[in-house]
């Protein structure tokens, strides 16, 4: 009884399964192609780069149908994790591989990972829209974020914020574990300095921003592609009283604007053909016009 | 016929202690799922428990620096702080509010208002915890800075607001159970004794029903401590210890839920972060272990 009841869910399970492909087989012959078999890619890592990497997979789709793309975020280290399993061909890093994980994944995996530059994304300080604050140097940013610091009130920058109540600086900042805290920390900090204890940390770029938007107290760093009109975004002088640049492509690219990072990916080895036509495709006008669209800075402007 | 009814009964005598066995199962099964989960916790975060975490420090410190890389500081007391501040300040605004509400639905309104009230406060439970957070995220912010004039508004209150009102629907549709357990004749008595309505409650209902509203408040209490997404986003989860309810504070839930996601499994940090699951875990057996000793008291009074 029980084998009969098994052998007819195994049966229906192989009916689905098998419908399931025929229909995927019917898309794919539609496409000049005409292959029977999809080629998929997976590609995963970076949440500052999720939603780059799904505007690629999304216009690619229309390049090449017969190559499918699957994303998922999860941060940069899960997707060096899945890189050292082999369960991605293709990891998304806001950050670059440390010399122990590069040597894990080879470990691991018999072949050491290959590096891309794919575009670069400025790290914007943001505050709200009366603030009229317009300049802040990296060691005045350190003073507000760093332990230790004693920047704490707004006329200690030397300006009226005559929208915050008690004068006070609000600090926004990220939970410990995203790559921008991290790199913000790298960048204004140094390396071996920690953050001061109390800032607010939330768990998304975007949050910061809102909260940013609706805090005339507030200071916070972000993507710069999170910009909305109802923030500001803070020009940046490395040393102060040096020259101070807004974060812009080009600042970015000369490297005037100081806190910048490359965004990475990372394939196993040399990239199979399918794979190294999307990289090619993604290093393209087309594919580097994304980059710009979603609010990053294009690589190869030089 | 005969024959038939003698096969049940046969039947009946061998089927009678596998089912009082299933039965027993299910009755034990519950202890075996907590001890389950406990030793699964904890071994999860032994390794750092016994090697090198140093548990005065990470009971009585403030310093929660968990991802420094100069110097790693794993001290709780702040988010332990931050849990029971905005626990407290939860109830002192939902157990007024619910045990009010339960009264006036069991006791003082018309039948057809009863229904209309139950109905929506059962609809105010099923809103998800991360849509309260994102009210608190977005209008109650606005509205703590306007009416406090505070420089931000994800703080202790916003929290504890947000909580209160996630915890009053459990509070009233249990109390409202339990003053409902009070039998009619009750209140039959008092009234023809010449009691008032409100007589009849504060004399006689409360004092019978007490058992029941206390496990009413105790489980909007679990409700609250528990409670995860929403805090996370309204308290503003500041490594803060907390001075008053315009702080920003932290809790052990938020820390949990913001920080595994992307701390490597196996590491310091991961360990830490299941030593906390393992205090929360102990924090709340404490609770269940007063309230029974209470009830017990109560009960051996009367």
């Not at chain 1, 790298?186 to 609706?214: F, M, P």
Request: net charge negative; hydrophobic share 45%.
């Amino acid at each position: 009884m029980f084998n009969r009841v098994l052998c007819v869910i195994v049966m229906v399970a192989f009916c689905l399964f098998t419908n399931g492909c025929s229909k995927k087989d019917e898309t794919g012959e539609k496409s000049e192609t005409d292959k029977a078999e999809k080629h998929v890619i997976q590609n995963a890592g970076s949440d500052t780069m999720v939603n780059l990497a799904q505007a690629w997979a999304e216009a690619y789709a229309s390049v090449e149908p017969s190559i499918s793309i699957e994303v998922s975020g999860g941060g940069s280290g899960t997707g060096i994790a899945a890189l050292t399993s082999g369960t991605v061909d293709i990891a998304n890093c806001s950050r670059q591989m440390e010399l122990a994980e590069s040597e894990r994944v080879k470990q691991n995996t018999g072949e050491s990972p290959k590096e891309f530059i794919v575009g670069y994304d400025a790290l914007a300080v943001y505050v709200h829209k009366d603030n009229p604050l317009a300049e802040i140097s990296i060691d005045q940013l350190a003073n507000i974020y760093g332990e230790g610091g004693d920047i704490t009130e707004w006329s200690q920058l030397g300006i009226d914020n005559s929208e915050c109540v008690n004068d006070e600086i609000i600090r926004v900042s990220r939970q410990s574990n995203s790559g921008t805290f991290v790199y913000f920390r790298e960048a204004i900090l140094g390396k071996n300095r920690d953050y001061k204890l109390g800032s607010r940390d939330l768990h998304g770029s975007k949050d910061v921003v809102e909260l940013v938007a609706h805090t005339p107290c507030a200071i916070g760093y972000s993507g710069m592609g999170y910009a909305t009109p109802e923030v500001k975004m803070l020009k940046i002088a490395k040393n102060a009283g040096d020259a101070s640049y807004g974060p812009t492509a080009q600042g970015v690219l000369d490297g005037t604007y100081p806190i910048a990072r490359p965004l990475y990916m990372y394939s196993l080895g040399t990239p199979e053909p399918q794979e190294q036509s999307y990289l090619d495709w993604i290093f393209s006008p087309a594919g580097q016009g994304i980059v710009e669209t979603t609010g990053y800075v294009p690589v190869g402007q030089q | 016929m005969k024959i038939i009814t003698n096969v049940f009964h046969q039947l009946g005598r061998w089927c009678e202690p596998v089912i009082e066995g299933i039965i027993r199962l299910c009755g034990i099964s519950a202890i075996i799922f907590v001890f389950g989960i406990f030793f699964f916790v904890f071994r999860e975060g032994m390794g750092f428990f016994f090697g090198g975490l140093d548990i005065v420090e990470f009971l009585t410190s403030p310093e929660w620096y968990p991802t420094s890389v100069s110097n790693k500081r794993y001290g709780v007391l702040a988010l332990v702080a931050g849990t029971f501040s905005v626990t407290a300040l939860a109830m002192v605004l939902a157990v007024p509010f619910g045990l009010g509400a339960a009264i006036f639905v069991s006791e003082f309104c018309g039948p057809k208002l009863k229904e209309t009230l139950k109905i929506v406060i059962e609809l105010l439970a099923a809103i998800p915890s991360v849509v309260w957070g994102f009210i608190g995220l977005t209008v109650m912010n606005a509205l703590i800075i306007k009416i406090f004039k505070v420089p931000i508004g994800l703080t202790m209150l916003n929290g504890g607001i947000i909580l209160s009102l996630m915890s009053v629907p459990i509070i009233v549709s249990i109390g409202e159970d339990a003053l409902k357990a009070v039998p009619d004749s009750y209140r039959e008595a008092a009234e023809a004794l010449g009691a008032t309505r409100w007589q009849v409650v504060y004399r006689v209902l409360l004092p019978t029903a007490k058992n029941g509203l206390l496990a009413a408040v105790l489980l909007g209490v679990g409700r609250a401590v528990g409670e995860t997404m929403a805090v996370l986003m309204t308290t503003g989860h500041a490594v803060n210890m907390p001075l008053g309810p315009f702080d920003s504070v932290r809790t052990l839930t938020a820390t949990i839920a913001a920080e595994l996601g992307e701390a490597a499994v196996g590491s310091d940090h991961y360990r830490v972060l299941f030593i906390i699951g393992v205090l929360l875990f102990s924090i709340t057996f404490i609770v269940n272990f007063v309230t029974d000793l209470v009830i017990k008291g109560i009960r051996e009074k009367a």
